[in-house]
């Protein structure tokens, strides 16, 4: 049987075309981009589509868009072998991270992908990110399952775990990489799965999507400078639950009597604070110098290596799902869909 794939079309460079008379990139009907890439024929799948009208630039996606591309997922899950989303490169990796959360016992690949350049343009990246991404979305082991059971992410020359990525450049057509996680296949010739590197959930249980994300968190990034003015100002902002407290190295933060202060107050008044580094390889390791260890006796949990997409939206679906704040806790100190190594 052919396979069956889906197509996501939600917007981005990828489905752009530029304004004749400004200049600028505007999207354009999702037919037209399929007719820039004849070749798709060539493949030999049973290929639908959905697109969100109007298409969204990436730049304001937000938890409902995640939520319209879930249930996309959900009424489809039956009658489609995978889904293909296409999307912008900007927010992309915290897509792709929710939607591994949102999406319990996931076993059909969520391939997300894009462009650097339109598809409509000679050197443009999309035509063989789309090709590849169904390609991927269709492979399947030995025994006839899905060879990728999670959200990952193609771009270019990999495929990357989704809740792993980051975007890391605005000019190279290899945009994505996962720092902390090997890739889950390399794209050259041909697609050479890292089996090893693939997700498979312990439950085979049906899909189950979350649709609730708890908005009420926020990030606050370290600098040299910051004033204790500014800090209690952040930390007292009304309805925040969650802090992705983004530190230097691996986990360091000031050591001064007012910053610690600061931070245990607002961790005994119930905000859940996580520590994640701002370098983009390696992790926290809180105990290895004073100045990590003073946020862990504050009672700041060690986020390890996990990414900041991930950080924040893993937050946000803890937060969805009702729990308090020390059950958020706990979770974040396990990994749910291979977001981070504990």
Same mark, same amino acid.
């Given at each position: 049987?052919?396979?069956?794939?889906?197509?996501?079309?939600?917007?981005?460079?990828?489905?752009?075309?530029?304004?004749?008379?400004?200049?600028?990139?505007?999207?354009?009907?999702?037919?037209?981009?399929?007719?820039?890439?004849?070749?798709?024929?060539?493949?030999?799948?049973?290929?639908?589509?959905?697109?969100?009208?109007?298409?969204?630039? *990436?730049?304001?996606?937000?938890?409902?868009?995640?939520?319209?591309?879930?249930?996309?997922?959900?009424?489809?899950?039956?009658?489609?072998?995978?889904?293909?989303?296409? #999307?912008?490169?900007?927010?992309?990796?915290?897509?792709? @991270?929710?939607?591994?959360?949102? !999406?319990?016992?996931?076993?059909?690949?969520?391939?997300?992908?894009? @462009?650097?350049?339109?598809?409509?343009?000679?050197?443009?990246?999309?035509?063989?990110? !789309?090709?590849?991404?169904?390609?991927?979305?269709?492979?399947?082991?030995?025994?006839?399952?899905?060879?990728?059971?999670?959200?990952?992410? !193609?771009?270019?020359?990999?495929?990357?775990?989704?809740?792993? @990525?980051?975007?890391?450049?605005?000019?190279?057509?290899?945009?994505?990489?996962?720092?902390?996680?090997?890739? !889950?296949?390399?794209?050259?010739?041909?697609?050479?799965?890292?089996?090893?590197?693939?997700?498979? @959930?312990?439950?085979?249980?049906?899909?189950?999507?979350?649709?609730?994300?708890?908005?009420?968190?926020?990030?606050?990034?370290?600098?040299?400078?910051?004033?204790?003015?500014?800090?209690?100002?952040?930390?007292?902002?009304?309805?925040?639950?969650?802090?992705?407290?983004?530190?230097?190295?691996?986990?360091?933060?000031?050591?001064?009597?007012?910053?610690? *202060?600061?931070?245990?107050?607002?961790?005994?008044?119930?905000?859940?604070?996580?520590?994640?580094?701002?370098?983009?390889?390696?992790?926290? #390791? *809180?105990?290895?110098?004073?100045?990590?260890?003073?946020?862990?006796?504050?009672?700041?949990? *060690?986020?390890?290596?996990?990414?900041?997409?991930?950080?924040?939206?893993?937050?946000?679906?803890?937060?969805?799902?009702?729990?308090?704040?020390?059950?958020?806790?706990?979770?974040?100190?396990?990994?749910?869909?291979?977001?981070?190594?504990?």
């Amino acid at each position: 049987m052919r396979p069956r794939i889906l197509i996501i079309y939600t917007g981005g460079t990828i489905g752009m075309m530029e304004n004749p008379v400004t200049h600028t990139l505007q999207p354009f009907d999702f037919t037209h981009l399929m007719d820039n890439v004849p070749k798709v024929k060539m493949l030999d799948y049973d290929i639908d589509n959905i697109q969100f009208d109007p298409p969204i630039d *990436s730049s304001n996606m937000n938890p409902s868009h995640w939520g319209d591309i879930a249930r996309a997922i959900e009424e489809n899950y039956d009658s489609f072998d995978g889904f293909v989303v296409l #999307h912008g490169t900007d927010t992309m990796a915290y897509t792709a @991270s929710a939607l591994s959360f949102m !999406l319990e016992n996931l076993h059909k690949p969520v391939i997300i992908t894009g @462009s650097q350049l339109p598809i409509g343009e000679v050197r443009t990246d999309g035509e063989e990110n !789309l090709i590849t991404a169904l390609q991927v979305a269709a492979a399947t082991t030995t025994t006839g399952e899905a060879m990728v059971q999670e959200v990952a992410i !193609l771009f270019e020359n990999y495929l990357w775990r989704g809740n792993r @990525s980051t975007k890391m450049s605005a000019d190279n057509f290899n945009a994505f990489k996962s720092n902390n996680y090997p890739p !889950l296949a390399n794209i050259g010739l041909g697609i050479t799965f890292i089996e090893e590197a693939l997700y498979r @959930s312990p439950s085979k249980r049906p899909l189950k999507v979350r649709y609730n994300m708890d908005t009420s968190v926020m990030t606050i990034d370290l600098n040299p400078g910051m004033t204790e003015g500014v800090l209690r100002h952040l930390l007292v902002t009304p309805g925040i639950k969650g802090i992705v407290l983004r530190t230097y190295g691996a986990g360091n933060s000031p050591t001064d009597e007012w910053f610690v *202060s600061l931070i245990r107050d607002a961790v005994e008044r119930g905000i859940v604070i996580l520590n994640v580094t701002q370098c983009v390889n390696g992790g926290v #390791h *809180s105990t290895l110098y004073d100045t990590g260890n003073c946020l862990t006796q504050a009672g700041v949990l *060690s986020g390890h290596d996990i990414t900041i997409e991930a950080a924040l939206t893993k937050m946000m679906y803890l937060f969805g799902l009702g729990l308090n704040g020390e059950t958020v806790k706990k979770y974040l100190n396990c990994a749910l869909c291979g977001e981070v190594t504990i």
